[in-house]
């Protein structure tokens, strides 16, 4: 038999009393007992890795003991209780501590309180001598690595100390000679009569030699001094710095000319026109426009003044005063801040005045405007904050922490970047004002309508437009045609209130066409027109199967009707004009469905569903709001949670295009793709849940209905997606003598328990509803409000239950090819906007209703709200599909790279198109949703850069650069960096992933694309150098120089810029004898192209060349990542509050959208296998270091 343990009793009675001294942990646990019936209350005392148990606090010897070392304690969940003692159990909160060894018992324990249960877990776990064990072995590491970086100081400190004393002795040994010397020489002036012997004489040549020794080993430790200096880290660092203070320098005399500028061609030449006799501009006009624009000018010429005074006494540089200078004058930036957005709405008021616009344009044609708008110059100082920023960061990395201005510049920078955030947000509010005004000025003829600050620019591109003549006879032949892409070829813009069509002509100016300025309110976009015959049909269904035209049929008052009709390049760029322009139409006409049901409570209330709704404009803790109004008359975000972006989005009372092309670049920032599709299916299945409380009460009249929002059943048999569908509205078109047309909505009734059959909505063939209203909130439109009204000579609209289905369907027929568009009529004259809000009841018309008022004689307060629950269904049904087909058909990416993503959104609508109340339009949107999603666009069959790759790589033979021409070599690299430019995915521009430490895993296609740049500028400079023969050289620059040309007309500007980079690095540059021989002629257009992508101010050359082109063109992605680090410096993705930053995403999806605009059209160049080998071929490129030996090699540096 196994004796049992012996312990020292005695000693461990006293680690107990220790533990209920000085425990770690004390208190009382429930132990269960080791039949697992029972729980006893002990005391128990944690001493490092030892639990003591006592029967109470007051026990003086330890009724049990349990060691810790290795084991594992976790909170463990409650046991299921009795129904007696479940609330007792609600307080109780278990752990229990597990010992390696299998036969031993778990410990089992509860507190009463969570807190102290996670305490207890968290002390019992970390009462372990191994953990304390591994943490000593670390410090002892840490202190033996600490004890030789000591010892290895100590020996270099006594080693430079012998060096010392050493110098002391050789000094002290010097003097002793010196001394003697001075003696001798004493002697012998005093004894000149003695005769120099020849032991005098070479003496003399030993000490000559020995000086000149003396002096060549002092030189030699001195250079050895400045070498060890200079590579130096703090050398490096002084370097760089002074290279930030020198570029300083310059961009602060640039601004300071662009200040000069402002003030001398501008605003001084217009107060002198304030002062004539008719004047073009009032004073307090110029004033509001050029406000504190001259003091900033005085203030930059000083701070100009005492930087030049800083450089003057270079190599000591200090700053930090001339910034303690600029901080107190932050106030007149301010003010100009605030005032910039009020500043280019009085600029595009004044420009209204024809004289005041003949004058500007000669202003700005003066040869010191360098073709720059006024605009273009009042928003320089909106950049100027940021750059001082941007240069107080690399001050700041380059300078030393024990540095005396550290503090100061520290301090300023913080100063300036509390101005920068405003800056940023006005910045992003005004630049739908100067690109709406940057596009008025391309226009030759002008564009008045682009002057209204309201217009909100969408998106922009090259559409074929057919003429009239052949409407119904689109063929793929006829659109292949040369003849048709060369005249029919327009230059297309989308703002949210118009469509903007024209032609360019040459220098890049555009010229607006016959009907070209397309009013939308007066629209219906058809997105599958439909041939006029039989053989038409044919030809469209044999032919053109892709249906890339669309038509846009208009129908203004004042002329007679046309039709537009516009063909894309390609399935998907159709679909995202289709989608883009059926969404300004709905924006314009503020979603007619949602106002036309709302409309029946009161005439007064219509536009009370939106401005009684204070949380649309007053700011709150989770959502802020910027001065400027979105497309639907409602003011923009700038801050919000992300809860109430996602309200916003599916807020059923408007949906603003511009909002939404945002919130669809840059959701992943702050959400996922999961939680925007849950809202979607959430508004779907509980559409109610899709207009806040506050406005649902003015939607329901009757007291009734309101219990919906307290969640009780709905009574109406319209009210839920479960019960059969109701019988769909009719809509009749009547018309005026005067041309106002008048719409009649003919609401279901519901008598007897039996519904009454009417005709069907009718639907644009988009699969949208067409009911629209032009009621928008908080500003005094142009718009005569004529309202929607519903009829009340219903009976005689409904037909008898005897009438024949087919007399139905020929109804609905006849409907279908009208295309019908609830809307309303627009009013030229502004001056009626006033009258047309005061005055809400419709003209009379000849079938209109005498007593609006009666409309509702008959109809139950219940069945009335039942409606209303049928039309915001069909609002919320179509607000889901509309969005879905926004994501789908502009951000395909998401789902090709989310396979999970594309298949809940595919199983969603099958489950939408299953549902038995839909629409027959709303089942066509859903299924060409899917149709979207499961089809690849047939339009997009270029080559890839992979299958270049790997058909390069299998191609053995490279053929040398002499073999191609020039025009051959230009064509292949436009192809290559069109390739490599055009898959970017949009989500890497976000959060400046190109300049993190694991920029090659968040940014693979922008670091693919900087490898590329880097490549091909190796290979040309590889090319030049590899020839020993001078003549040989600089016929492959003049080669070169000649594709960089072409690649300008091909408007591949990347190219221009890998080509003038290559030539301008040191290993070339450097090449005297090289350049003297290359022709006037290649020197002028080197000029030329070097000018067009210079740098300088901020690329201004090279935007002005992109906003005069037309796709396809090959920007240079540096200028669009250099805007992008611009906008992440100066602000954070989120504020302090935790609200998403929504006026930045505004900014970053702008510069997104005209990067995807050059994404989308792709060149029409074959691909030539040999040149495309040629110039992927790294084998033969040299690195930078040896680029240059091999230049010093064919031309030795020569000494001076």
């Known amino acids: 038999m196994q004796k049992g343990m012996r312990l020292n009793d005695g000693h461990i009675t006293y680690l107990a009393l220790l533990a209920k001294k000085d425990g770690t942990r004390l208190g009382c646990l429930s132990k269960k007992s080791s039949d697992n019936t029972k729980w006893h209350s002990k005391w128990f005392a944690l001493l490092q890795n030892m639990l003591f148990y006592f029967e109470n606090d007051s026990s003086s010897r330890p009724s049990g003991l349990y060691l810790l070392e290795g084991c594992v304690c976790d909170r463990a969940p409650s046991p299921k209780p009795s129904l007696s003692a479940k609330e007792c159990l609600e307080k109780q909160y278990y752990f229990t501590v597990t010992f390696n060894h299998d036969s031993q018992k778990a410990l089992e324990l509860r507190t009463e309180d969570v807190k102290d249960c996670d305490e207890w877990v968290a002390a019992i776990t970390q009462a372990s001598y191994r953990n304390l064990a591994t943490e000593h072995e670390t410090l002892m590491q840490k202190y033996l690595h600490l004890l030789q970086i000591v010892e290895t100081e100590k020996t270099v400190a006594k080693q430079l100390r012998q060096q010392i004393e050493d110098g002391e002795i050789e000094i002290e040994r010097l003097k002793s000679e010196i001394a003697g010397l001075l003696k001798n020489n004493e002697k012998i002036q005093s004894n000149p009569e003695v005769l120099p012997s020849d032991d005098d004489t070479e003496i003399k040549k030993i000490k000559k030699v020995q000086s000149f020794l003396r002096g060549w080993i002092c030189r030699r430790k001195w250079k050895t001094i400045i070498q060890d200096y200079i590579r130096s880290p703090h050398a490096e660092s002084m370097r760089k710095r002074n290279q930030v203070v020198f570029s300083m320098l310059e961009a602060e005399a640039e601004y300071v000319q662009q200040l000069h500028i402002l003030v001398n061609n501008f605003l001084r030449p217009l107060r002198m026109a304030a002062s004539s006799k008719k004047p073009p501009i009032t004073h307090d006009d110029v004033s509001s426009i050029f406000l504190n624009s001259e003091t900033i000018m005085f203030l930059h010429q000083i701070f100009y003044q005492g930087l030049k005074a800083r450089i003057a006494s270079w190599p000591t540089l200090v700053l930090a005063d001339l910034f303690d200078i600029l901080l107190p004058m932050l106030n007149i930036y301010q003010e100009f801040v605030r005032n910039h957005q009020y500043s280019l709405q009085i600029l595009a008021h004044c420009k209204q005045n024809r004289d005041f616009d003949k004058l500007l344009k000669q202003y700005e044609a003066k040869p010191d405007c360098e073709e720059r708008t006024l605009e273009t110059f009042l928003t320089y100082p909106m950049f100027q904050i940021p750059r001082y920023i941007l240069t107080l960061h690399e001050l700041l990395a380059h300078t030393p922490h024990e540095h005396v201005e550290r503090n100061s510049l520290d301090y300023a920078k913080s100063k300036l970047e509390e101005l920068s955030r405003i800056m940023h947000d006005e910045v992003s509010e005004t630049e739908n004002i100067r690109k709406n005004l940057a596009i008025e000025r391309m226009i030759v003829e002008g564009c008045e309508v682009l002057l209204d600050t309201s217009q909100t620019f969408v998106r922009q591109g090259s559409l074929i437009q057919v003429p009239m003549s052949e409407k119904g006879k689109i063929t793929r032949g006829r659109l292949g045609s040369l003849s048709l892409k060369k005249e029919g070829e327009r230059q297309c813009f989308l703002f949210s209130k118009h469509l903007i069509i ?30 006029t015959d039989d053989e038409s049909k044919g030809e469209r269904s044999g032919q053109d199967a892709e249906h890339l035209d669309f038509k846009v049929m208009v129908e203004p008052k004042d002329v007679q009707p046309y039709t537009v009709i516009l063909v894309a390049s390609s399935r998907q760029e159709k679909s995202v004009w289709t989608s883009d322009i059926s969404q300004c139409i709905d924006n314009i006409r503020c979603n007619g469905l949602m106002m036309n049901a709302f409309e029946e409570n009161s005439k007064v209330t219509v536009p009370q569903m939106i401005k009684s709704d204070t949380s649309l404009y007053c700011d709150d803790v989770d959502i802020r709001f910027s001065k400027m109004m979105n497309s639907c008359k409602v003011l923009q975000i700038r801050y919000a949670s992300v809860e109430r972006l996602l309200e916003r989005l599916t807020d059923l009372r408007f949906l603003s295009i511009d909002f939404l092309n945002t919130f669809l670049h840059s959701y992943r920032v702050f959400t996922s793709a999961d939680v925007v599709l849950d809202k ?53 078109k009547s018309s005026s003598p005067n041309r106002r047309r008048k719409l009649s909505l003919n609401i279901p009734i519901i008598t007897g328990g039996k519904a009454l059959d009417l005709a069907a909505l009718s639907c644009s063939p988009n699969g949208y509803t067409s009911m629209h209203s032009t009621m928008s909130p908080f500003s005094k439109t142009s718009l005569d409000i004529n309202k929607l009204y519903v009829s009340s000579t219903m009976a005689s609209k409904i037909p008898d239950e005897g009438e024949s289905k087919a007399e139905g369907k020929a109804e609905e027929s006849v409907l279908n090819k009208q295309d019908l568009s609830v809307r309303e009529e627009c009013d030229e004259d502004p001056s009626q906007s006033d009258e047309a809000e005061a005055e809400m009841s419709p003209p009379k018309s000849p079938s209109t209703p005498k007593n609006v008022k009666s409309k509702n004689s008959g109809f139950p307060t219940d069945q009335r709200n039942g409606d209303k629950e049928f039309i915001i269904r069909r609002a919320a049904t179509n607000r889901v599909l509309n969005v879905l087909r926004h994501w789908v058909s502009k951000h395909s990416q998401d789902f090709e790279l989310n396979t999970e993503l594309k298949m809940r959104v595919i199983g969603f609508l099958e489950e939408v198109m299953h549902d038995p109340e839909l629409l027959t339009q709303e089942r066509k949107a859903a299924a060409n949703i899917i149709r979207t999603l499961t089809q690849e666009d047939p339009g997009d069959n270029q080559i890839t850069l992979e299958e270049i790759t790997q058909m390069a790589m299998e191609d053995c033979k490279t053929e040398p650069f002499e073999s191609h021409s020039a025009l051959e070599i230009a064509e292949q690299l436009t192809l290559l960096d069109h390739l490599v430019f055009k898959v970017i995915p949009y989500e890497e521009f976000f959060g400046q992933g190109w300049m993190k430490n694991d920029k090659n895993e968040r940014t693979p ?41 072409i690649c300008r007309c091909l408007h591949n500007y990347n190219a221009v810029l890998e080509i003038i980079s290559s030539l301008n690095r040191s290993s070339i540059f450097r090449l005297k004898k090289t350049w003297l021989k290359v022709s006037k002629q290649t020197k002028t257009v080197i000029d030329k192209l070097q000018k067009l992508v210079s740098s300088e101010g901020r690329f201004k050359n090279l935007r002005e060349a992109l906003k005069n082109c037309d796709p396809p063109c090959v920007p240079y992605l540096g200028m669009y990542l250099t805007d992008l680090a611009f906008i992440e410096e100066g602000t954070p993705n989120y504020t302090e509050d935790n609200l998403v930053n929504f006026s930045k995403m505004r900014m970053i999806s702008h510069i997104i959208r005209e990067i995807r605009q050059f994404q989308q059209t792709s060149y029409k160049i074959d691909y030539q296998p040999k040149v495309a080998k040629y110039l992927l071929d790294s084998s033969r490129a040299l690195d930078e270091e040896s680029l240059y030996e091999a230049s010093l090699r064919i031309e030795p540096k020569t000494s001076s």
């Not at 024209?502 to 309110?521: A, Y």
């Not at 779907?684 to 209905?705: C, D, G, T, W």
């Not at 590889?1022 to 050289?1033: A, H, P, S």
């Open 680 to 732: 979607l299916i959430t508004i779907y299945k509980k559409p109610i849940s899709a207009i806040p409380a506050r406005s649902l009460e003015l939607f329901f009249a009757s007291s009734q209905n309101n219990k919906l929002l307290y969640g009780e059943q709905p009574t109406s048999p319209c009210a839920s997606r479960k019960f059969s569908s109701p019988p769909p509205l009719s809509i009749t």
């Open 502 to 531: 024209c032609t360019r002509g040459s220098g890049g100016k555009l010229h607006i066409t016959k009907n070209g300025v397309v009013s939308l309110i007066d629209c219906t976009l058809m997105e599958e027109p439909e041939g």
């Open 1005 to 1045: 296609y922008i670091m693919k694309t900087t490898k590329h740049f880097n490549d091909i500028s190796n290979r040309i400079a590889t090319e030049i150098l590899q020839w020993d023969d001078v003549n040989m050289r600089v016929a492959v620059i003049e080669k070169w120089v000649a594709v960089a040309d």
